[in-house]
């Protein structure tokens, strides 16, 4: 079992920077790929980022790479995203998820191999 909840949502200006957090308990962290997916309004559940369990590997929806980096500290049982060059289409509410991917290289991108999803926090992007 893994709870996750991230942090570091707000509002920011077209251009700007966040950086979101998702802190992660359970002492199996480092056994899980982890993902970042968004959500914007009226609009479905999309893939952003995702990094296997041993970092080694990362995947970025087309949208954002460039921009935007996964990354994760096994050691704190947190994963990161760092966002630059935000734009207003990034407006959405952001999720952490964990899902089962010891071993692999592979970083799944649906959110069906996923098993587990924190709140969410909120980006605003103002143009």
């Known amino acids: 079992q893994v709870q996750l909840v991230e942090s570091g949502g707000g509002l920011v200006q077209a251009g700007g920077s966040l950086r979101l957090s998702c802190a992660a308990s359970?002492?199996?962290?480092?056994?899980?790929?982890m993902g970042w997916f968004r959500q914007a309004p009226g609009k479905e559940r999309e893939f952003v980022a995702g990094i296997s369990w041993s970092g080694r590997s990362t995947r970025y929806a087309d949208s954002v790479k460039g921009r935007f980096t996964i990354s994760r500290d096994n050691a704190k049982n947190t994963v990161h995203l760092q966002m630059n060059g935000l734009k207003p289409e990034d407006t959405a509410v952001y999720y952490c998820?964990?899902?089962?991917?010891?071993?692999?290289?592979?970083?799944?991108?649906?959110?069906?191999?996923?098993?587990?999803w924190g709140q969410g926090t909120r980006v605003t992007v103002s143009s």
């Open positions: 998820a964990a899902g089962p991917g010891y071993g692999s290289v592979v970083v799944p991108t649906t959110s069906a191999a996923y098993s587990y």
């Open positions: 359970g002492r199996t962290f480092s056994s899980y790929a």
